[in-house]
């Protein structure tokens, strides 16, 4: 599984933003999928994810209202739309992917096997 995101760049705060995880290689039926961030000198933190079943499970209320999932079964992509962009949002922003995963290591960046290469998102204030 190969694993492609795309989107990112300059906006101000308040603005939107779509990323888009393109995977090839196999359909991401019966993968969770994710999206982690990453500021330097920070860990990986998880953002947003789909498990096993279609269920969404987000990170925390900084996100809620804000950052969406969705998936693309004809496109074969899982992409996140970001509204009311804040400063604090700045990041790289990374798809992730695992067969094996379960639900209760949804937010851990060590289980998943597949990362694509990651897509800067810059909020300016």
């Known amino acids: 599984v190969q694993l492609q995101a795309s989107g990112g760049g300059l906006v101000q705060a308040g603005g939107s933003l779509r990323l888009s995880c393109a995977v090839s290689g196999r359909t991401f039926s019966g993968y969770v999928m994710a999206w982690f961030r990453q500021v330097p000198g920070k860990e990986r933190e998880f953002v947003v994810g789909f498990n096993k079943s279609g269920g969404i499970r987000l990170n925390g209320d900084s996100v809620k209202g804000r950052f969406t999932i969705s998936r693309d079964k004809a496109k074969n992509t899982v992409d996140l739309q970001i509204n009311s962009l804040q400063p604090e949002d700045t990041a790289v922003y990374y798809c992730?992917?695992?067969?094996?995963?379960?639900?209760?290591?949804?937010?851990?960046?060590?289980?998943?096997?597949?990362w694509g290469q990651g897509t800067q998102v810059t909020v300016s204030s």
């Open positions: 992730a992917a695992s067969r094996t995963i379960i639900t209760s290591q949804l937010g851990q960046p060590s289980a998943y096997e597949y």
